[in-house]
């Protein structure tokens, strides 16, 4: 019932919103465009899906957003290394695969320096975010990768449509939600997630295994990186080593907007879904609104500052 109590104000903050953005914007709501609403909050939700574990044991991950940039990258370049002008399953696994591999060398790097040393998360990703941008700047002199026509299986994951109705991101996101859900909700990892974050001491004291729970959480949240990687670069049509810069703000954002204390301990990933939904409608809304962009993230910031806010007053 607690939990209930918490997503109603989400819940009526979208339908506020949507109201308010299809006075603003007739078309608003059609349902092509509800459909491109829900396909461009793909690659965020799956970001903050990971992030909302590394809140929930206390921890920050920044290096999401330059993980993205760097998974396409390398995805990219073992796709054409391999392919080259044809399409082949095997090839397409194995490039898929050296990307998710390069998220998890990270991710795991993350959860033992977080766990192992007393090095704060923020520095630790920090540090990362940068060593993984320049991993991506690496990579054909720092110039864009465009995808080949012929490699259509891996446009697919970012453009296409199931039925030729639902996109295929909505698809990932939705089944990454899911799975997600039922880790932290219904198994005892989340159990150990939530008592890390409550109290890190007396989670300890009681025989939890901290440091593998940790490794854990921070793997999880880059591989989440990376499959948001592979989608975004699928919809750009080339691999950006500049992409994905100022990700993991709008994921920390959803985050938070959707109930997750920034201190640890509590939190949903409905709240975080709901959350990614509300940052979602307001960058269209905003877009299609016209309004400029510098006002955009100025209306974004004093959301997240509210929703801060609020979390302090809930903790008193």
């Not at 953005?21 to 903050?48: D, G, H, K």
């Not at 073992?78 to 998220?103: E, H, K, R, V, Y």
């Not at 446009?155 to 799975?179: C, E, K, Q, T």
Request: glycine share 10%.
């Amino acid at each position: 019932m607690k939990v209930v109590k918490q997503m109603v104000p989400l819940l009526a903050a979208i339908i506020i919103l949507l109201l308010l953005f299809r006075i603003w914007v007739p078309s608003f709501l059609t349902p092509e465009n509800m459909l491109n609403l829900t396909q461009q909050i793909s690659v965020n939700t799956i970001l903050a899906l990971g992030m909302t574990l590394v809140i929930l044991v206390g921890g920050i991950d920044l290096s999401v957003g330059a993980m993205v940039a760097l998974v396409g990258t390398t995805t990219v370049y073992c796709l054409t290394a391999l392919s080259g002008d044809t399409q082949n399953p095997f090839m397409l696994m194995t490039a898929i695969l050296a990307g998710l591999g390069i998220a998890a060398v990270f991710g795991t790097f993350h959860g033992i320096a977080a766990a192992k040393t007393s090095m704060p998360p923020f520095i630790i990703t920090l540090a990362s975010m940068l060593i993984a941008r320049g991993c991506a700047l690496r990579f054909n002199g720092g110039l864009p990768m465009p995808i080949k026509d012929e490699q259509t299986w891996f446009l697919a994951i970012g453009n296409g449509r199931l039925f030729d109705v639902v996109p295929v991101p909505v698809v990932i996101m939705l089944s990454l939600f899911l799975l997600m859900a039922l880790l932290l909700h219904r198994t005892r990892f989340g159990q150990h997630v939530y008592a890390l974050g409550g109290n890190r001491e007396a989670a300890l004291y009681t025989g939890i295994p901290i440091v593998r729970v940790e490794i854990m959480v921070y793997l999880l949240c880059s591989l989440m990186a990376g499959v948001a990687g592979m989608i975004h670069t699928s919809q750009l049509y080339s691999a950006e080593p500049g992409s994905g810069e100022m990700f993991e703000l709008t994921a920390i954002a959803a985050v938070v907007v959707g109930g997750t204390s920034f201190t640890g301990g509590r939190g949903t990933m409905f709240g975080t879904l709901l959350g990614a939904v509300i940052i979602g409608i307001l960058d269209k809304g905003l877009n299609q609104a016209g309004v400029h962009y510098s006002l955009q993230y100025i209306v974004k910031g004093a959301v997240i500052l509210v929703a801060v806010y609020l979390d302090v007053r809930r903790n008193r």
